[in-house]
């Protein structure tokens, strides 16, 4: 069973476009976030839900904007796609509060890749 | 804002010899992580460094944490052609469950 995964593993789409990107964990964590990993290979964290309650918002244009409809889901919505928008994005999800031991499982990646 | 290096930023070495790789991180942190991530593949967790001091070890690699020195390593032993990958650590610097990563080292290993 996969712990967190994401839909879909690759997308191909063109500039001015809106697409999502789904996210599930079967961890019963109660905190997901979204990061974005750029051609160099940086990875940098976008958002995080707790509780279906947005805690990190980091500097993000607001054309990315993420839903959670429960604890197990976040999704990621982006309008009007730049091709600076290609990059890999990975899902995590972490059960926070528990004591000492706070590891983050991260999802397969999505490659979205704007023309 | 917390900043986090890991030098090199490339390493490619024989089968056989040891290295280290070095993160070092800008604030007070006693939660660190490692992760391993192959060529198109995810994020593999390897060790969870929570104190001053903290020594963990699997198989040919052993981390390590100095928060006073706000440095990790990551050691390898007699490394082997399996070991290549691209290595992260991750800082959470406020306790707040906010991981900032490392630069990663893409470690080559040559038969």
């Known amino acids: 069973d996969t712990a967190v995964s994401q839909t879909p593993k690759y997308l191909v789409t063109q500039m001015g476009n809106d697409k999502s990107i789904k996210c599930e964990q079967n961890?019963?964590?109660?905190?997901m976030y979204w990061y974005k990993q750029d051609s160099k290979k940086f990875l940098k964290i976008m958002f995080s839900?707790?509780?279906?309650?947005?805690?990190i918002n980091e500097t993000v244009p607001n054309r990315f904007s993420p839903k959670s409809p429960d604890k197990a889901h976040l999704n990621l919505h982006i309008n009007s796609l730049e091709l600076g928008d290609s990059a890999v994005y990975f899902c995590?999800?972490?059960?926070?509060?528990?004591?000492?031991?706070?590891?983050?499982?991260f999802g397969p990646g999505t490659r979205l890749t704007v023309t | 804002e917390l900043k986090v290096e890991q030098n090199p930023l490339f390493l490619s070495m024989q089968e056989g010899k040891n290295y280290t790789i070095y993160c070092n991180y800008s604030?007070?942190?006693?939660?660190l992580y490692w992760y391993r991530q192959d060529p198109g593949k995810s994020l593999e967790s390897l060790f969870v460094?929570?104190?001053?001091?903290a020594v963990k070890q699997e198989g040919r690699l052993m981390a390590s944490l100095d928060t006073k020195a706000r440095l990790s390593t990551l050691h390898i032993t007699a490394a082997v052609h399996d070991l290549s990958a691209t290595y992260f650590c991750?800082?959470?610097?406020?306790?707040?469950?906010?991981?900032?990563f490392g630069t990663g080292t893409r470690l080559t290993i040559i038969p």
């Open positions: 991750a800082v959470d610097g406020f306790g707040n469950e906010k991981l900032t």
């Open positions: 839900y707790n509780n279906k309650e947005l805690i």
């Open positions: 460094l929570l104190s001053n001091g």
């Open positions: 604030t007070t942190s006693d939660r």
């Open positions: 995590a999800s972490l059960q926070s509060g528990t004591s000492g031991f706070y590891e983050q499982y």
């Open positions: 961890l019963g964590h109660d905190t």
